[in-house]
């Protein structure tokens, strides 16, 4: 603590040291077994007995898997075949298939407009997932979930074109507005927006078409995998910004926000979600004006997306407190406001810490759509325990149905799984 | 030593604080400051821990809310107005004892993040800012690196040239080598005092005494939330006037 510190000469190394190999590994699969399998008589025993079980499971379970059957129209027919061995009935899922993915109203001839929102679904999501892609391909993101409506429910163009219309404008006039004031702007926008809604209402029912380009089908004849990850889909794509925003909420200083924010995520957290959906089949008829006969596909989706947001937003709260206090202090000694501070320092950080959090929620999120099977929609589990398991074709196929459900969920989450292990170390910068 | 003691101080008010306190809770942290920084001024703070001093300079850009008295900063009123600390904000730079870097950009991030956000300044001129001002503190070839490859010291080197793209007419210093190794305690106290000789404007709490000596105008001592006592360098080591001062000395120099 002296002059020392400002005048001794700092140490510099010129070169560096010349670098000894590392000592030879033994190697070689015997020696791994060894090490690994048989190490002591104990570990030995145990590899013997795991063994053992696994002979078991599988010498009970291969036969039945490879022995299935693929082309019989029905269960008696499939048993005829098997003649008394082992073996599983898998052509009730060949059979069944459009059933299983489409549920059992959607007119078949247009099975093409589901696949095909499905494959633009991939290149509207590449951009947002992987942020080394151009940003330009976020224009089509943004026109996606308009084209996947119309595409899906058909009907006439106008009434997507002008759900568009009225985002744009009321993005116009927040981007007009914001630089007064934040929450000027965004009262500004969603007026506009509304404005745009409620005039294209009365052009788009003045220029309805005598028969729509596609035809028109309505909710309730959706149905099977399809509307798993229709559910699935929106309901984690709205609920992540409203959980962010009920993170941000929790933690104002401005107390009514506050307030509204944490009776709404504890209450949301303490109620069953399948109360929710039954209130959304039932009761939320009545909190909206009498006639205006509101979806029950968007009842529900309003529904999962509050649960799931609720969750989200407490995952992200835990990634704000997990952030040091130094972080906040110097992107306010920058003088960024609290807008910027939190979109350009404080959430990317918050967010990548609570990346496996959220997507512990998506995946349950994507899972917990199954649900809506009991308030009597046609989903995958819907389908296979109503219309499929009742059918005397197949009356009995448990197994292969409820394998092939969890194989499609599997497939999916595991994608997710993968997926964010993979963001989590593309975004690892912070060399802990 | 001489000569950069001897810079010009102009009789400019950069800071006036007047009469100022502030409690946590209950406990009363900063009783009656008064303290006037003019423009040019390097002043040292120094006491022991528990002392105020970081919470003085803290109030100064109201990352800490004083309760009573008034702040005024480049002519400007520190108010709880958001625009106005904003403003102020703006025009001081800090730097923190543990950095505070963002570890999710990298340091050339680092360093055009405000100015392109707050000063709207476009990017490319903000790059040419940025790399002029790291190469002032010699690490122009660490601009693509992220926080967490840097030493100490480099990170703290990042956090000054971060403050300074934004031009800041006044810097303040919260124990920027306190965190640090002794070796990179002298890169980044060179910085400093480069910084100083060009006519920064510094308040810094620090226990480098050395650098006390070298390059502030003014000293000052604070010890349970009052300034106790404040003096040119030489004077204020040569000839402390305060029992409590005589003491603080005796044992930061002692050994």
């Known amino acids: ?432 | 030593m001489a000569e950069t003691a001897q810079m010009k101080v102009s009789d400019e008010v950069a800071i006036r604080i007047d009469n100022m306190n502030k409690w946590y809770g209950a406990f009363h942290v900063l009783r009656d400051i008064d303290l006037t920084v003019h423009r040019g001024e390097r002043i040292v703070i120094c006491g022991p821990s528990g002392s105020g001093k970081s919470t003085l300079i803290r109030c100064i850009n109201a990352l800490e809310e004083h309760q009573k008295g008034s702040i005024e900063v480049d002519g400007t009123l520190l108010s709880s107005d958001l625009k106005n600390i904003d403003k102020i904000r703006s025009e001081v730079g800090m730097c923190f004892q543990h950095f505070n870097l963002f570890p999710h950009l990298t340091i050339l991030e680092n360093c055009t993040l405000a100015p392109i956000w707050v000063r709207k300044t476009p990017k490319k001129e903000a790059e040419e800012v940025a790399m002029h001002f790291l190469e002032k503190v010699k690490i122009p070839d660490q601009a693509n690196k992220y926080p967490g490859q840097l030493s100490g010291g480099q990170q703290q080197r990042v956090a000054i040239a971060r403050s300074l793209c934004m031009r800041p007419r006044i810097m303040l210093f919260d124990e920027p080598t306190s965190a640090l190794d002794p070796e990179m305690i002298k890169e980044v106290l060179d910085t400093m005092i480069e910084l100083a000789e060009e006519g920064m404007t510094m308040l810094c709490v620090t226990h480098e005494m050395g650098f006390a000596r070298q390059v502030a105008n003014r000293v000052i001592f604070m010890d349970e939330g009052q300034i106790v006592e404040q003096n040119e360098p030489e004077a204020f080591f040569n000839n402390p006037q305060s029992p409590r001062t005589q003491l603080f000395l005796s044992q930061i120099l002692g050994h």
């Open chain 1, 1 to 432: 603590m002296s002059d020392t510190h400002a005048e001794s000469i700092a140490f510099v190394r010129e070169s560096s040291l010349p670098q000894s190999a590392p000592p030879d590994k033994v190697g070689g699969p015997l020696k791994w077994v060894k090490d690994n399998l048989f190490p002591t008589w104990a570990n030995a025993l145990l590899t013997v007995v795991a063994l053992y079980f696994l002979y078991l499971l599988l010498s009970g379970s291969l036969p039945w898997l490879l022995n299935g059957v693929w082309s019989a129209s029905s269960l008696s027919e499939c048993r005829e075949i098997l003649d008394g061995a082992s073996g599983a009935c898998f052509s009730v899922i060949s059979e069944r298939w459009h059933q299983l993915l489409f549920g059992f109203k959607y007119p078949s001839d247009q099975y093409w407009r589901p696949t095909l929102a499905l494959v633009l679904l991939f290149i509207a999501i590449a951009p947002v997932l992987f942020i080394d892609l151009p940003r330009k391909l976020l224009f089509f993101t943004g026109l996606y979930p308009f084209l996947a409506f119309w595409l899906i429910w058909g009907g006439p163009i106008w009434g997507p074109i002008f759900a568009l219309l009225g985002v744009i404008a009321g993005y116009v006039a927040y981007s007009r507005l914001v630089h007064k004031s934040f929450a000027m702007a965004l009262a500004g926008g969603i007026v506009a927006a509304v404005i745009v809604w409620y005039i294209g209402g009365f052009i788009g029912e003045a220029l309805r078409p005598a028969s729509p380009l596609l035809e028109a089908i309505p909710s309730r004849d959706l149905g099977g995998f399809m509307l798993n990850m229709m559910l699935g889909i929106t309901c984690v794509s709205l609920s992540l910004p409203i959980g962010v925003a009920l993170a941000l909420g929790r933690q104002s200083h401005l107390p009514i926000v506050k307030g509204i924010c944490v009776v709404f995520i504890e209450f949301v957290r303490g109620v069953p979600l399948i109360t929710l959906l039954f209130v959304a089949n039932v009761m939320l008829a009545y909190f909206f004006p009498p006639g205006s006969g509101v979806d029950l596909f968007i009842r529900v989706v309003i529904m999962i997306t509050m649960f799931s947001s609720a969750y989200i937003a407490e995952v992200i709260r835990g990634g704000l407190a997990a952030l040091p206090k130094g972080q906040y202090e110097a992107a306010d000694s920058l003088g960024l406001d609290y807008a910027q501070a939190m979109r350009l320092i404080i959430l990317p950080q918050a967010m990548k810490i609570s990346i496996p959090g959220i997507v512990n929620i998506a995946v349950g999120l994507f899972k917990d759509t199954t649900l809506v099977s009991v308030i009597s929609l046609f989903d995958i589990i819907g389908m296979i325990r109503g219309p499929i398991l009742a059918s005397t074709d197949w009356n009995g196929v448990y197994w292969e149905l409820f394998m092939f459900a969890s194989l499609l969920f599997f497939i999916v989450c595991y994608g997710i799984s993968q997926y964010s292990q993979w963001l989590e170390r593309r975004l690892a910068t912070d060399h802990r």
